[in-house]
């Protein structure tokens, strides 16, 4: 085995064989990835633009299409554990295969809703078909990356969440402008051109991801044997302080804390996803303005997302690297709601966009530093199914405000409480399982 050695940014030596290996796995999964998870996020949220249009075509309510935006997440919490075991069993490529076509069909027939019933029913299904999918790709990634890269190519993966709305936004602007076009509304249009796209990444996901690392050719036998002795020693190390069950790990007092604090995160994210591009149109913008300008805290939460995980595997910290972000996004959001100039607005809630960002990819380190095999599957899957429920509840939350005040102000008062909730739980817990949150020293 070769003894070159090179020194990373944090100062840790790196041999010749490790530098080659991550490099390796970086190239042949991490692009593809970020494409799935891509238009995974795009045809979970495309919803907030078509509503510009569809709402008035369907005479939905401002409940009605938060119930709609929501109930997506009930469908995605029954089945998220289910799916993420039956990752484990049957193999990566074959199960994100067989979501991302059941998810790409069922977003393309969101052009058929005919009034209330149909939109529930089809948004109940859009998450049934993709519950696994953001879950199972974290499990994923632990059969490949050691802990002390895992938040930046975590980082790296996330991307596909604020990328999806600064691409995706100003497309799906674009798109509602095609109204007429083969027949169709603007947002029926929207739903099948960007639905269109999953089905086909996941046929081609069938035969292009690797299961696991043991096969796969694109590394040299050298490689196989780094990583494999590198993710042995770490699974032992978790499994000398304590080997959990599936069963011990559901029932852990950590899992349902951070189910807590992901609760938080994920109901700012989606409540700002859902109900951007209306906040944004009421500025008095078209369609298609209001597409771009929706794009601009994603932009800038993209940038601060990479840098943020890059800092906190240099540093070996993930505490304060998830807690401080939930705080900041709690702030921004607080102070959203007394704001009514529309350029300060944008400011601010680009300042709550980034704090959403940073959080997202390190706070994903924290189950994957203690758990591993069935475990981890089980644990990372509920952790996300529970905090997922706050989909249903963040852009729920704003819609009934909206409708009783007229004013989605109130709404984002209320839903500062949930990331600020998040943040001091972080904290709070923090102190006590610091060395296992942060990874191997």
């Known amino acids: 085995m070769s003894q070159t050695t090179t020194f990373a940014s944090d100062g840790a030596a790196r041999s010749e064989v490790e530098t080659s290996t991550i490099r390796a796995i970086s190239w042949r999964l991490i692009p593809f990835l970020i494409l799935a998870y891509f238009f995974s996020?795009?045809?979970?949220?495309?919803?907030?633009?078509?509503?510009?249009?569809?709402?008035?075509?369907?005479?939905?309510?401002?409940?009605?299409?938060?119930?709609?935006?929501?109930?997506?997440?009930?469908?995605?919490?029954?089945?998220e554990v289910p799916s993420n075991l039956a990752l484990e069993k049957f193999g990566a490529s074959k199960w994100i295969a067989r979501i991302m076509v059941t998810w790409g069909v069922i977003s393309a027939l969101m052009a058929t809703v005919s009034g209330e019933t149909s939109f529930y029913v089809l948004r109940f299904l859009l998450g049934v078909a993709e519950a696994g999918f953001f879950p199972g790709i974290i499990l994923y990634l632990t059969y490949w990356y050691p802990a002390q890269y895992r938040a930046r190519f975590l980082a790296a993966f996330a991307l596909a969440v604020p990328v999806s709305t600064v691409i995706g936004a100003p497309i799906s602007g674009l798109l509602l402008g095609l109204d007429g076009a083969m027949g169709l509304k603007g947002w029926q249009g929207l739903f099948i051109i960007e639905g269109?796209?999953?089905?086909?990444?996941?046929?081609?996901?069938?035969?292009?991801?690797?299961?696991?690392?043991?096969?796969?050719?694109?590394?040299?036998?050298?490689?196989?044997?780094?990583?494999?002795?590198?993710?042995?020693?770490?699974?032992?190390?978790?499994?000398?302080?304590?080997?959990?069950?599936?069963?011990?790990?559901?029932?852990?007092?950590?899992?349902?804390?951070?189910?807590?604090?992901?609760?938080?995160?994920?109901?700012?994210?989606?409540?700002?996803?859902?109900?951007?591009?209306?906040?944004?149109?009421?500025?008095?913008?078209?369609?298609?303005?209001?597409?771009?300008?929706?794009?601009?805290?994603?932009?800038?939460?993209?940038?601060?997302?990479?840098?943020?995980?890059?800092?906190?595997?240099?540093?070996?910290?993930?505490?304060?690297?998830?807690?401080?972000?939930?705080?900041?996004?709690?702030?921004?959001?607080?102070?959203?709601?007394?704001?009514?100039?529309?350029?300060?607005?944008?400011?601010?809630?680009?300042?709550?966009?980034?704090?959403?960002?940073?959080?997202?990819a390190v706070f994903w380190t924290l189950p994957t530093a203690w758990l591993s095999g069935t475990a981890a599957a089980g644990a990372i899957a509920l952790i996300n199914s529970i905090g997922?429920?706050?989909?249903?509840?963040?852009?729920?939350?704003?819609?009934?405000?909206?409708?009783?005040?007229?004013?989605?102000?109130?709404?984002?008062?209320?839903?500062?409480?949930?990331?600020?909730?998040?943040?001091?739980?972080?904290?709070?817990?923090g102190h006590e399982t610091k060395a296992e949150f942060a990874g191997t020293k």
């Open 41 to 79: 996020y795009l045809d979970r949220v495309n919803l907030g633009f078509a509503a510009l249009t569809m709402n008035a075509d369907m005479k939905f309510t401002p409940v009605v299409f938060s119930l709609g935006a929501g109930i997506f997440f009930i469908g995605y919490f029954i089945f």
């Open 196 to 360: 269109i796209p999953s089905v086909l990444l996941g046929i081609v996901t069938w035969f292009y991801l690797t299961d696991k690392p043991e096969k796969a050719d694109w590394l040299s036998a050298e490689q196989k044997a780094w990583l494999k002795a590198k993710l042995d020693a770490e699974i032992a190390a978790k499994q000398a302080v304590k080997h959990f069950s599936l069963g011990e790990a559901l029932a852990s007092p950590k899992v349902l804390a951070l189910s807590a604090i992901y609760f938080g995160f994920v109901g700012a994210l989606y409540g700002m996803q859902f109900w951007l591009p209306q906040i944004v149109k009421a500025f008095g913008l078209t369609n298609a303005q209001t597409g771009f300008v929706t794009a601009i805290p994603y932009l800038f939460g993209t940038i601060a997302m990479i840098l943020w995980a890059r800092h906190s595997d240099a540093t070996r910290e993930r505490v304060f690297h998830v807690g401080a972000p939930l705080l900041l996004t709690a702030l921004a959001l607080g102070i959203s709601s007394y704001i009514t100039d529309p350029t300060i607005t944008m400011i601010v809630l680009t300042i709550a966009a980034i704090g959403v960002f940073c959080c997202f």
């Open 388 to 429: 997922n429920l706050a989909g249903f509840g963040g852009p729920y939350l704003i819609g009934w405000v909206k409708e009783a005040t007229g004013s989605t102000s109130t709404g984002l008062l209320v839903l500062s409480l949930l990331p600020l909730v998040a943040g001091l739980l972080v904290f709070l817990g």
